[in-house]
């Protein structure tokens, strides 16, 4: 075999093992080495997203901070992550919770008793179109950064970067919100 020829299959080969060797979460476009956590039903996520975020929730459930930022991962990875079988609550709710966190700047906590108020009334939740890109900002980048302040910081720009992503169903959101949270709406920031 030609030195060209020879680079060429080394080449092949090389590109074919560093493409198999990892996924795509068809949700937020991630790309991770294979894993065996086994996936969520209604996330349109790869195992091996879902396994970073299982990471990440442990870790924010286990702060007991009263702001409780778990809620805003829950949201921008929910957002992240709409697709064939999600539900329209899914969408809803955590569009929801991303609008009162990054335009009304509402707590976690604050956003969960949010949750729970629209939770009380039986309705027919809409059904959201998702972006064809999802926010710059995925669950790794929150993950990689340090624990403390640092990742407090990553976690909310990732939540302003998936909301920013729904920019088309933003109004919708605000409009629902105001009519199907009335006291929440009555508030300014």
């Avoid at 949700?27 to 039903?41: A, D, I, K, M």
């Avoid at 969960?112 to 790794?140: I, N, S």
């Amino acid at each position: 075999m030609r030195a060209p020829e020879r680079d060429l299959a080394i080449a092949k080969r090389c590109y074919s093992r560093c493409v198999t060797a990892n996924t795509f979460c068809p949700g937020c476009g991630v790309v991770l080495p294979p894993s065996s956590w086994p996936v969520s039903e209604g996330f349109h996520a790869s195992r091996e997203c879902w396994e970073k975020y299982g990471e990440l929730a442990a870790c924010t459930q286990s702060l007991r901070d009263p702001r409780f930022p778990h809620q805003n991962a829950v949201d921008a990875y929910g957002a992240s992550h709409v697709g064939p079988s999600s539900k329209p609550i899914m969408a809803f709710f955590a569009l929801v919770g991303l609008y009162l966190a990054c335009e009304r700047g509402l707590s976690g906590r604050a956003v969960q008793l949010a949750h729970m108020e629209l939770g009380r009334a039986k309705r027919e939740w809409p059904v959201l179109a998702p972006p064809r890109q999802m926010g710059r900002v995925t669950v790794v980048d929150v993950i990689a950064a340090p624990l403390g302040e640092a990742r407090e910081v990553a976690l909310m720009e990732w939540t302003r970067s998936v909301w920013a992503a729904w920019t088309a169903q933003q109004p919708r959101i605000r409009e629902l919100t105001a009519a199907w949270l009335p006291a929440i709406a009555a508030t300014s920031r």
